[in-house]
């Protein structure tokens, strides 16, 4: 006979004072490190904005393919307890219960969840933006922004926002719902462990882990507000030719800071009203206008947007990017040494190593921008020698925009998964292992690839046929959108579908903000989701300071985008949560197995 397993998780809380109901340890680390961020991004922007870019990416060198491996494992790990019986079968609650939510609103409120912000900025800018570069164009196999490179970019779109996406939220969000619901365990990230660790989770252990939870929620929502309030402020440039909002000295208006910062504040302000007024009240009522407004906007693009074009690019895109499954989920590029590269040049062109490799292995050039490049002897080089040059450094080439991308989704959707991943959980109270995992995965998974198609495949339709050119791709991610339906509609009909969509990326930035605050109050409270409403405003606050400081010092030193210090912040941030997440899989598949061998056992014993 196995002996019980260890339920007593028990977060030590403050019975009086400012602190009361929640963990003074958890709150204090938090805070601290959260301030210290604020006022090194203020006090020193610059140096923070190099810093946190340096440590990025010698993080990427060293971890890139960590990250890719196992994310992939995530995938098939959820796959494996889908599908074997007696773990697929297993209820998350106790025995008899039912479901709690029927399953429509279970539906409803998962694509609430995966509609966001996210959604809004990148159905346009992901598949124009992978349609020019992806890794079949850095290959050379296919020309960046042709017909024949429409196929590779809905491969990495469906990849980046697909199966992979939505299994590294449910790996959290399974983890939580299956202690909180059949053990009668805190909803907290300590608890998912305790299986590993035992008692060490009520101890110091215990809070280190729920500190990187709290951070990891805090940066990964703070690149969707950042991200966010740059397409609200261009949304509001689009209606009303505002001027102060942008800057208009580039090839493109962009946000500057004054309108960064005025978008940011009036976001955050309605956020904190939002979650002071309750989950009851403020995310439940702004759901529902987000729901509402997505299908309206989903609508138009389907009667005046390519709605047949966008049909075809979808199924055969599915088809696609399934055939791809595995290489997608597996295929790791590490960094090219400069030894690497000379070693793989052509005879010719190995004098002028050091002058080629810049061009060469730029994952955000093509050939002939690295032809044009040169200068000197280097340039003189006849087309075959440089092709062949172009050629040694696609491994850096790969690597560069897999970090840059892939990366960035990955590190992005585990920095968001305490968020997702305990709302999927309280929504799923009563249902098999086998429906949350593939009801929360496959589902909301489809939708992404409906509106990407539609949306992305109604704007680069425009571009092929010539009607937009180019004005869409020369657009910032964050216009896109808006160009797109500049191009699409006119007159009030465009004014007035405008005017939607800033209200929608309003209600999606203040919901997903509300929310946020509301997960980082729920684990520093050891899983107590009624707390109080002076520290949603605190947290309301730190949140707005540590978007607004990372977005100036992304500013600083001449500095071309903003979201680069929060992009930066975010992937060292999600490292260490991506550590916790891979032993919350070795963590639950224990306890599963032991789950199910007590209930033989005890089955066995009655009869």
């Known amino acids: ?53 340096s440590l990025n990416w010698r993080l990427l060198e060293d971890f890139n393919a960590f990250y890719i491996i196992i994310v992939g494992a995530f995938v098939f790990f959820l796959l494996a307890l889908a599908l074997i019986p007696a773990t697929g079968r297993k209820v998350m609650g106790q025995p008899g219960e039912k479901k709690e939510f029927s399953n429509f609103s279970w539906f409803s409120m998962m694509f609430g969840a995966g509609l966001g912000v996210g959604l809004m900025v990148f159905a346009t ?13 850095l290959s050379g196999a296919v020309e960046a922004n042709s017909p024949e490179a429409l196929s590779s970019a809905y491969i990495w779109t469906f990849a980046h926002y697909g199966i992979h996406a939505w ?67 261009d949304g509001l440039y689009a209606v009303t030719g505002i001027e102060w909002i942008m800057d208009l000295s580039g090839d493109a208006p962009v946000p500057n800071t004054v309108g960064l910062i005025t ?54 895109a599915l088809v696609d990017y399934l055939m791809h499954f595995v290489s997608l989920s597996f295929n790791a590029y590490g960094p090219q040494s400069a030894d690497a590269f000379a070693q793989a040049l052509p005879q010719e062109a190995a004098p002028f190593a050091d002058a080629l490799k810049g061009g060469a292995t730029n994952a955000w050039g093509s050939f002939d921008g690295f032809k044009s490049g040169l200068t000197g002897e280097a340039a003189q080089l006849d087309d075959a020698v440089l092709q062949a040059a172009y050629a040694a450094g696609e491994p850096a080439r790969q690597f560069g925009w897999q970090a840059g991308w892939t990366t960035f989704y990955w590190a992005w959707w585990i920095a968001f998964s305490p968020f997702v991943g305990l709302f999927l959980a309280r929504i799923s109270r009563g249902r098999t292992v086998r429906e949350f995992i593939l009801g929360c995965v496959i589902a909301p998974t489809l939708v992404c690839f409906a509106w990407m198609t539609i949306l992305g495949g109604t704007a680069i339709d425009l571009e092929l046929t010539g009607n937009a050119d180019g004005a869409i791709i020369g657009a910032s991610n964050t216009a896109k959108l808006f160009v797109t339906l500049s191009q699409m509609l006119s007159g009030p009909f465009f004014s007035i579908i405008a005017v939607m969509c800033v209200v929608l990326t309003l209600t999606f930035l203040v919901t997903s903000a509300d929310s946020g605050i509301l997960v980082m109050n729920t684990i520093m409270s050891g899983g107590d989701q009624d707390v109080g409403n002076k520290h949603k405003i605190v947290w309301g606050l730190v949140l707005t ?14 500095g071309a985008d903003p979201m680069e210090a929060l992009k930066s912040a975010m992937i060292i941030g999600a490292l260490p949560f991506t550590m916790v997440m891979g032993l919350m899989c070795v963590s639950l598949a224990k306890a599963i197995i032991r789950d199910s061998m007590r209930e033989k056992y005890l089955q066995e014993k009655t009869t």
């Open 1 to 53: 006979m196995l002996k019980p397993p260890f339920k007593d998780v028990d977060v030590e809380r403050a019975q009086s004072g400012f602190y009361e109901g929640h963990s003074v340890i958890i709150a204090l680390l938090s805070k601290t490190i959260m301030v210290a961020l604020v006022l090194w991004a203020l006090i020193w922007p610059a140096n923070a904005n190099g810093v946190l870019g």
């Open 125 to 137: 800018a992901e598949p124009l933006g992978l349609w020019g570069s992806n890794p079949v164009v």
């Open 167 to 233: 299994a590294i939220y449910v790996v959290t969000g399974l983890s939580l719902a299956y202690y909180a619901y059949t053990r009668g365990m805190p909803l907290t990230i300590r608890s998912a462990l305790t299986p590993l660790f035992g008692s060490l989770m009520n101890g110091f252990l215990g809070h280190i882990v729920d500190v990187l939870g709290v951070v990891a929620t805090i940066l990964g929502v703070s690149v969707t507000i950042g991200f966010g309030v740059s397409q609200l402020v």
């Open 263 to 316: 978008g940011l504040m009036m976001i955050m302000a309605l956020s904190i009203i939002s979650a002071v007024s309750g989950v009851g009240r403020g995310v439940k009522y702004l759901s529902n206008i987000n729901l509402v407004l997505s299908v309206i906007l989903l609508s138009v693009f389907i009667i005046f947007g390519s709605f047949l074009f966008a049909a075809t690019t979808y199924a055969s």
């Open 545 to 558: 300071a540590v978007i607004g400081t990372l977005l100036f010092a992304g500013k600083t030193n001449g």
